[in-house]
Each structure stands twice: as C-alpha cells, then as structure tokens.
C-alpha cells in the first residue's frame, strides 16, 4: 500500500456536463452585460495623459514595468487556455472579452512608462522583445484546477495594483486614474472565475475541492518564475508592501475560503490510498 500525503493534480474531468457549460455562459453573459454597460474605458481619452508627473519615484516606474510585462504575456495565456475549452462558449468567450480588457492594461501601462519619461519607446519595444524568448504555459492540465487558479491570481492582482496605487496616489493624477480602471478589471475578472467556482462547487463540491487543495499547495505568481530579474522585482514589490505572503493569506486565500462557505475540514489534505 502507498499512502501519498501530496497527492498530484487531481484527474482531468471529462467534458462538462452540458446543464452547467449552459449556466457558465448565463454567468459570462451577465459579466458582459456589466461590462459593456459601466466599464468600457477608452486609453486615450479616459486618462487625464496631461498630468503625468515625470518626478514619481523610479521605483514605482520599476513595479509598473515588471506588472505591465506579466500583462504582455497575453498571447501565451489566451493561446494555451482557450484549445481546451472551445467547446464551452461561455469560458471561450470569456477568454475572447478578457483577453481584450487585458490587452488595454499593457497598452495603457507602457503608455505611462513612455509618457511619464521613465522608458524611452525603444526601451518598451526591447522589453516586449526580450520577454518572448520565454514562454508562460498552464499550470493545470484541466480546467477546473485552471479556472480556480485563475480566480486566486485576478484577485491577487487586482491587491496589486489596489497597493499600488495607495503609494502612487496624489502625485501622479495619470496614474491615478489608470491604476483605478485596471483595479476595477481585475476586480471583475477575479468576480467572474469566483462565480464559476462557486457553479463547480454546487455541482460537484467535493471533485471542486479536490482541485482548490491542489491549486493552493502550488499557487504562484506568474512573475515568479517567468520574468527576467524575476526575484528581484518580486522583492522590490515585496518591500513596498505591494503583495506579499501575508497579504495573500488575509486578503486572498481567507476571503475567498469564507465567500466559497469552505470548512477548514474539507480543506485538510486528505491521505490517498493507493493499492499498489
Ligand atoms: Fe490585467
Ligand atoms: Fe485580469
């Protein structure tokens, strides 16, 4: 008999069950209806781009930099998420809004960076350059572990830039007003993907949380590992009190297990059995 105290990524589901591909996308729909109706904003003519102020500390400019690389990574996240759920519109058209809202986020970011005077254009070009020599891939080989991963991380950035912006604000109105709108993206995103873990829990509670002791063993930051300097400028965002591993148990990890209604019993580590 084996007993593994940390079991792998639970097993892969089969197709979903048509009931709740049809709920999911009632969900997507309703998150598009909002966001078409109060939160579409425009990069050049919703941000105040005559206040920037050239004098904000250079190492915001740097924590501005390494977010507005991880939002680059676009391609990679819509390109390796959305094969394994075309047949399920409402996560596939989610994955065509989303990928649409996140592309403003790095837009408006290196905007800042050129305009604020902190990168010049050609500086901006190399980092983009540079930072496809790498590759993000998924985390998760299925979609449940993905989607339940994908809630931690919208909620964890949107604390990012939240923080963010409590450091930068009132003295730079430019940035400002673009770190308020990404926050308010993320703050949907995150609001999205919980919706769907909550639809997985009704249906399957126990298989769903399975999957949400696995992603929280293994939960990391895409920066982490992905961007060059990685470590340093995790540090820098550390030591600015942006994230860090105390903010992510307070105002991430424990939230989230009371808004799910999920019992410290259900999420010990259960022991897997295993004949061999
Ligand atoms: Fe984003
Ligand atoms: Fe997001």
Same mark, same amino acid.
């Given at each position: 008999m084996v007993i593994q105290a940390n079991?792998?990524?639970?097993p892969p589901e089969v197709i979903e069950d048509p009931e709740l591909r049809e709920k999911i996308y009632k969900v997507f729909r309703d998150y598009f209806k909002k966001a078409e109706k109060k939160r579409r904003w425009n990069i050049d003519?919703?941000?105040?781009?005559?206040?920037?102020?050239?004098?904000?500390?250079?190492?915001?400019a740097d924590?501005?930099?390494t977010f507005c690389m991880v939002e680059l990574y676009l391609p990679d996240y819509l390109a390796k998420q959305l094969p394994a759920v075309r047949a399920n519109r409402g996560r596939a058209w989610m994955l065509a809004n989303w990928g649409y809202e996140e592309s403003k986020h790095s837009m408006v970011?290196?905007?800042?960076?050129? *305009? $604020?005077g902190h990168r010049t254009e050609k500086q901006v070009r190399e980092m983009g350059d540079d930072l496809f020599s790498r590759e993000w891939n998924v985390h998760y080989g299925n979609s449940r572990s993905a989607v339940i991963y994908t809630m931690f991380q919208e909620l964890a950035t949107r604390l990012h830039y939240r923080?963010?912006?409590?450091?930068?604000?009132g003295r730079d109105p430019a940035l400002d007003k673009i770190l308020e709108l990404v926050m308010q993206d993320e703050a949907a995103h995150a609001h999205f993907? *919980? $919706?769907?873990?909550?639809?997985?829990?009704?249906?399957?509670?126990?298989?769903?949380?399975e999957h949400f002791r696995h992603v929280v063993r293994t939960f990391h930051m895409p920066a982490d590992s992905l961007l060059a300097q990685g470590?340093?400028?995790m540090a820098n965002i550390r030591a600015l009190k942006i994230f860090d591993e105390s903010i992510y148990f307070t105002e991430v990890y424990q939230p989230l297990v009371q808004v799910l209604g999920l019992t410290k019993d259900e999420l010990k580590p259960k022991k897997v059995h295993r004949v061999s």
């Open positions: 079991p792998p990524e639970p003519t919703d941000i105040p781009w005559d206040q920037v102020n050239k004098d904000v500390d250079p190492v915001v924590v501005i930099e970011l290196e905007d800042w960076l050129i *305009r $604020s923080n963010l912006r409590a450091i930068a604000a993907f *919980r $919706s769907l873990v909550q639809l997985y829990l009704e249906y399957d509670r126990e298989r769903t949380i470590r340093q400028r």
